[in-house]
C-alpha cells in the first residue's frame, strides 16, 4: 500500500508542474502583450510628443492625448488580466504547497516508524537469528529476500521524502518570485493611473480651446480632406491610364490589368503574401486607420482616409512592401510627392515623401528604401500615408500588412 502511495503522490507532483507550465504559457502570452503596448507607449511619447511646438494644432494635440490615453489604458487593462492570472497560479501554489507539506508529514512518520523498527532489529546477530529459526530453507530464502526488499524500501522512501522537500522549496520559491512579480506591476498600474489623469487634465484644457474655435478647425478638416480626394482622384486616374495602355487600343475600357506571365506571377506571390507583407516603416504605428470614420475629436465630423497613417521616425524612409516596379510618381502641394509600385495587377502607394531614393521605371525589392517622409514644420510628426489598391479599387492596407 505504501508504494501505492508514493507511486500516486510522484503522480499529483508531475500532474501539477504540468497545469503549472500551461499557466505559464498562459502568463507569458499576457507578459508578451504588456511589453508590446509598453513598448507603443514609448514610441507614442517618442514620436507624437517629443517635437511639440508652442504653435502647434491643439486639434492634433488632443488627438495625441487621446491616442495616449488609449493605449495607457489598454496597457493597465493588460496588467490587471497579468495580475489576475498571477492571483490564481499563486492561490493554487498555496493549495499545493499546503497538500504537499501535508503528504510529507505523513511520508516522515512512516519513515521515521521503519527506522526505528529497524533500528531494533539492526544487529547482525538479531538478523542471523531471524534467518536461523526458519523452519525450512525456502523460508529463511524468503525471510533474506524481505530483508533485501525492507532495505530498498526504505532507501526508496527517503528518496522520496528528499524529492517531495526539494518540490515544495521550489513552489515556496516560485510563490515568492510571482508574489514579488504582482507588486511590481500593482506599482506601475498606479503609475499610469497617475500618467492618465494627468493627461485627462491637459484633454480637458485643450477641449476647451478648441471649442472656442471650434468652426475654425471643422474649416480646416474639410479643407484637408478635399485636398486628400483630390490627390485619391490624380492616383486613381495614373492606375486607370496604365490599365488602358497595358490592354492597347483595343480594349481601352478594361478596369483590368493585361499581364505578362511574369507580371501574373508576382501578383500571385504578392496576393499569396496578405497579412504577411513588411512595414512600410521600420518603426511606427497607425494614427488614423483606413476607410470612413468618426473624427478622433470633433464630434458629429467624419472623415474618410484613402489608406493607412503611419507615425515614424524624422529622416524615416519609406520602404517597398514587396518587389515590383516603380510606375509613377505623383507631385503633390508643397513639393511633397506620392510614389506608387506596380506588382502585377496590386499597387502600393506612398504617400507623404520629402524626396525620392528611385524614379519611374525602377525595379524594386521588398524593403527597399524608395524616398524620405515629409516631417511637418508645425507639428513636428513624420506622417506617411500607405494605400493598396487592386485594379482601380482600394484594399484595407492593415490587412495586408504583418500584425505588429
Known amino acids: ?18 497545469i503549472e507550465n500551461t499557466h505559464a504559457q498562459t502568463r507569458k502570452q499576457l507578459e508578451a502583450q504588456r511589453k508590446e503596448l509598453q513598448r507603443k507607449i514609448a514610441e507614442v511619447n517618442k514620436l507624437l510628443f517629443a517635437a511639440q ?15 495616449k490615453i488609449a493605449v495607457r489604458t489598454a496597457y ?40 526505528y523498527k529497524s533500528y531494533k532489529s539492526k544487529s547482525k546477530q538479531g538478523q542471523l537469528l531471524f534467518l536461523m529459526s526458519s523452519q525450512s530453507f525456502q523460508q529463511a530464502y524468503k525471510r533474506l529476500q524481505y530483508m533485501k526488499q525492507y532495505t530498498q524500501h526504505r532507501k526508496r522512501q527517503g528518496k522520496e521524502i528528499e524529492t517531495q522537500s526539494l518540490a515544495i522549496k521550489k513552489l515556496n520559491d516560485s510563490l515568492l518570485y510571482k508574489k514579488q512579480v504582482k507588486d511590481t506591476l500593482i506599482a506601475i498600474e498606479k503609475t499610469q493611473k497617475q500618467e492618465i489623469e494627468s493627461d485627462k487634465k491637459n484633454k480637458e484644457k485643450l477641449v476647451a480651446q478648441i471649442k472656442r474655435k471650434e468652426r475654425k478647425y471643422i474649416r480646416e478638416i474639410r479643407t484637408a480632406q478635399k485636398e486628400e480626394r483630390k490627390i485619391a482622384a490624380k492616383i486613381d486616374k495614373i492606375i486607370k491610364d496604365a490599365i488602358a495602355k497595358s490592354n492597347g487600343a483595343n ?9 505578362t506571365p511574369e ?12 497579412g504577411k507583407l513588411p512595414w512600410p516603416v521600420k518603426s511606427g504605428f497607425v494614427v488614423r486607420r483606413y476607410g470612413k470614420q468618426a473624427h478622433p475629436t470633433l464630434r458629429g465630423i467624419t472623415i474618410t482616409s484613402t489608406g493607412l497613417h503611419i507615425a515614424t521616425e524624422k529622416g524615416a524612409t519609406a520602404n517597398s512592401v514587396f518587389n515590383g516596379k516603380v510606375l509613377a510618381v505623383q507631385l503633390l502641394t508643397g513639393g511633397k510627392k506620392a510614389l506608387l509600385v506596380q506588382h502585377g495587377n496590386y499597387i502600393s502607394t506612398y504617400n507623404n515623401l520629402e524626396s525620392l531614393l528611385v524614379k519611374k521605371g525602377d525595379n524594386v525589392v521588398t524593403g527597399q528604401p524608395l524616398g524620405k517622409i515629409f516631417t511637418n514644420k508645425v507639428t513636428g510628426k513624420t506622417i506617411l500615408i500607405f494605400v493598396i489598391h487592386k485594379e482601380i479599387n482600394r484594399q484595407n492596407p492593415a490587412t495586408w500588412l504583418l500584425k505588429r
Do not use: C, G, P, W
Not at 511646438?53 to 491616442?67: C, F, H, T, V
Not at 507580371?263 to 496578405?274: G, I, M, Q, V
Open 1 to 18: 500500500m505504501k508504494l501505492v502511495k508514493l507511486f500516486l503522490l510522484i503522480v499529483i507532483i508531475s500532474v501539477f508542474f504540468n
Open 53 to 67: 511646438k508652442s504653435e502647434k494644432n491643439a486639434l492634433e494635440a488632443l488627438k495625441d492625448i487621446n491616442q
Open 76 to 115: 493597465i487593462n493588460s496588467i490587471n488580466k497579468e495580475a489576475s492570472a498571477l492571483t490564481r497560479t499563486i492561490r493554487k501554489n498555496q493549495q499545493q504547497i499546503d497538500k504537499l507539506t501535508k503528504e510529507l508529514a505523513v511520508l516522515k512518520k512512516d519513515y521515521a516508524e521503519m527506522i
Open 251 to 259: 480594349n481601352k475600357k478594361s478596369t483590368s490589368f493585361a499581364l
Open 263 to 274: 507580371a501574373k506571377a508576382l501578383a500571385k506571390r504578392f496576393e499569396s503574401n496578405k
